[in-house]
């Protein structure tokens, strides 16, 4: 799983990783969001109450999470300003039931950096090579129908502008429509090329 906690908008993905003919893959599962009031510890609780048949099965989950989980405010969680948002997930998360391998990605790939290689991903030049299930994610996949791409000093990125705009009205339109789903989808798939997945091995690779 990863996450994007913004003041208006909480998202997160969740994702499995698996092989094909011995190539690196990643499944797409869901993607969620809580808005306004409803802030990241709602979004906890929801992923918890549609997965809570999985748990049965299997109750281990990686969140991978960068610096901008560090931070921690009340504009993102209920009743917590001074808790910093990864430790706010393995909470909530642990307190249901699972098992959470937490891993750390440090500072943020570059914008254009990670245009470059989102890029790569969904054009299949990259691995891990990317599926989405589209019933369960019919905003993330308009998110990424949506987003535009601006150019920089240092080449394209992916222009997150809209995410600046509180009012769901107009051009930016509604929240679970703008770059901040996708930006969680970025994590996870970040997460699972470059970081591997924690204690339980799985998939790992160098830094470029």
């Known amino acids: 799983i990863a996450f994007d906690v913004n003041a208006n908008i909480c998202t997160m993905v969740t994702g499995q990783t698996y092989k094909v003919e011995g190539l690196d893959c990643l499944n797409v599962l ?4 809580t808005k306004n009031d409803r ?12 997965y809570a048949p999985q748990k ?10 960068d610096a901008t989980m560090k931070q921690g405010g009340a504009y993102g969680i209920e009743n917590a300003a001074d808790t910093r948002y990864y430790n706010v997930v393995k909470e909530e998360l642990g307190k249901r039931g699972w098992k959470v391998t937490m891993v750390a990605m ?10 470059q290689f989102i890029n790569d991903i969904l054009s299949g030049v990259q691995r891990p090579f990317l599926r989405i299930n589209r019933e369960n994610n019919e905003y993330l996949i308009v998110a ?7 150019m920089t000093s240092r080449g394209p990125a992916k222009d997150k502008s809209k995410e600046k705009h509180a009012s769901e009205q107009g051009e930016a339109g509604p929240l679970e429509t703008r770059t901040d789903i996708t930006d969680a989808l970025d994590t996870l798939v970040i997460g699972t090329r470059y970081f591997g997945s924690g204690a339980t091995g799985g998939m790992r690779f160098s830094m470029p």
């Open 39 to 50: 802030k990241l510890r709602a979004l906890c609780s929801d992923w918890c109450k549609y």
């Open 144 to 150: 990424m129908e949506n987003a535009r791409v601006v």
């Open 30 to 33: 869901s993607s969620l969001f």
């Open 56 to 65: 049965v099965r299997n109750n281990n989950v990686i969140l991978y999470y």
């Open 106 to 115: 440090g500072t943020p790939m570059s914008h254009p950096q990670k245009f």
